[in-house]
Structures are given as C-alpha cells and as structure tokens.
C-alpha cells in the first residue's frame, strides 16, 4: 500500500482573482475584497481521480486536508494532525510534515503555492519526494504538475503495476511577494527537491530572457500590436502581466502594470491594475473585447500562473476567440509545453490542443498545447 502524506493550504491563491499578487500577510484584504478559498476544492479535484486506487492517505483535519479527502469519496484515510485553530499558517504545515516525515510516507502530496512547498521543502529536504497541486498565484517551482487532473495523472501512472514512478530533481523557488506587489520579480532557489515526474505534466521553472535578439522580437510583437489596437477603436484590450505585454504598452505610450492586468481603448488607457470584479465590469460595458497575454518562459502557463484574475467566469465573458497569445520565438523554443490551468478543466480542455501565438510583426504559429489528461 503506498503511503501519502496528504497537506492542504486552504488560503493559497486567495489574492490573485482580487488582484493582490499573493495572499501571504494580506488574508483580511484579501477576505475584504471578495476572496474566496479555491485550494480546498482544487485538492479534491485531483482526490477524487485518486479514489479507488491502493493509497492509504495521511492527512490533517478539517479544512487543511480531510475535507477535501471525504468530499472526493476518499474512505482510506487517517488524521495525524489536527488543526485547533480558525486560520492555519507555515507552522501547521511545517508540524504536520514532521509526523508525515516520523511516519514513513511514501510522498507528499500537497495543495497550495510557492511558499507551502518551500515551507515542506524546509522540513523533508530531499529525503521523501513531493508533488504540488497547483492553487497559488505565482507558482515558479517546478514540484508543481500543470494542473489537479495532471497531479493525478503522475500518480495514477506510477502506481500502475510493473510501472516504477519516475522521480526527477525539482527545483522550489522562494518568490518575495512584497517585490512582487510592487511589480517586481524577485526570486532565489530555495533547494532541490525529489518530485514525480511525466513529460508534460509537470511544470518547468520560470525563465526570464534577456537578449538583443529577444529585445528585437518583443518591439516587432508590440509594433504589430500597436497597429491592431490602433486600428481598432471599438475594441477594448487588457493587456496582460509580462515584458512582452510591457513592450506593447511602451509602443502606445502608456504605462504598464507589469506584474497586472491594464485595459486599453483607442490607444488611451482606461484602467490599471484590474482585478476580476474590474475586468468584468469592464467587459459588460465593453461586448467587444480581447484579452493579451504572454506565455511564462520555459513554464509554458497561458493561464493559471499570476494571472488569476482572469476567472473562468471572465474567460467565458470574453469567449476564448477573443484571446490573443504572444511570445517571442526564443521563449516559443525554449518551452516545450503550453498549458492553461483556469480552475475549471472542462473549460481549459475546450481550447482545444493548440493555440495560436504571435511571435513576430504580422506573424503567428500555431503551437501545442499539453492535456493534463490522456486522450
């Protein structure tokens, strides 16, 4: 019987649809805002693809594990750490690995983002391999599979008979969400952890490309942009987080929320730093609109990392027609996988297994993109 520690952070990923970039230190604002939890339902997502099979889970109580083990139909578990408080944190997460640790587990499979794998990480090291669910805002580390359906998907293979899981090196990275409020990106390699791997179905770490050559192909996206913006004045555009993004808001000559979500119409700015509540307001004043954005470099995330302001309910307002994917070619070669990850999966599979990219003046590829499923 394999044996899984089994950790939820309910709070990862609750400022992201609020536009607060994070949720560490920001919990009440983010509460405030309208947040709400979207871990506990993103672990029992990827839970109930794992009923039935021979895994005996170690979890903790409530909402940072065992309900969302009994709401996927998981029967074969037990409680090893019980919460006594209303609002879980690092401790909680750090003392429950410890016993995960004391007891033998096989794994750790864990809900949450960065800074919950980091908190693991500083407990287990390389010793018991770990695999992330994704739920957080940013999620650079490379533990984390592309979606719950794919974290499932790792762990169903491995466990098939004469199988063996493949575990491979895995990069946690510790992001400084102050920095990153204030539009900055400020990262360090955390450790090297053991992590399940398939192709595809794990993420990569973010890189970040800096070159004459990728300088050149970020002004020709943006030149050719700035035309198709210009040439339509009806059209509302949101422009999304990134570089490539900024480079197109410098060739109208407006300013750039380089780490948000910024709307722009007829050449003019008409909103900075959008949340989910702002962008759909928007877009009922606006029926036609289209959304920019760039892919994260060698991760290859559309969606779903740092952009969760961008709901299922906002892809739906927009129609998935009217988003427009650019990268340069270098980031296009470097990334071997394309994913989107919205939180819903029947909405990310209707995009279908490719997805057009501009990567040049008046130029486009179709690139593919993974499914976090077989099939």
Known sequence: MF?????????AGMGGAVGLKGTDGLFDEAVSRGAVPRAPSRAEEAARLLAGLPIHFLACSGPMG???LARAGIDDYEVVYNVHKERTGATDTIAACRIFAESGVDLVLFCGGDGTARDIYSVLGDSIPILGIPAGVKMYSSVFAITPEAAATILEEGLETGREMHIRDAE???VDEESYRRGELATRLFGIARSPYRPGLVQMTKEVYEDPDEERAKRNIALFLREVIEGTPDILYILGPGMTTAAIARELGIPKTILGFDAVKAGELVASDLEERGICTLLADNPRARLVVSIIGAQGAILGR??????????????????IVVATPHKISQTPHLFIDTGDAELDREFGDSIQVVTGYMIARRVRMERSLPG
């Open 66 to 68: 065992e309900e969302s």
């Open 306 to 323: 740092g952009t969760q302001q961008v709901t299922p309910r906002v892809v739906r307002a927009l129609g998935k027609e009217n988003i």
């Open 172 to 174: 946690v990275v510790d």
């Open 3 to 11: 044996r899984i520690g089994f950790i939820v952070n309910p709070v």
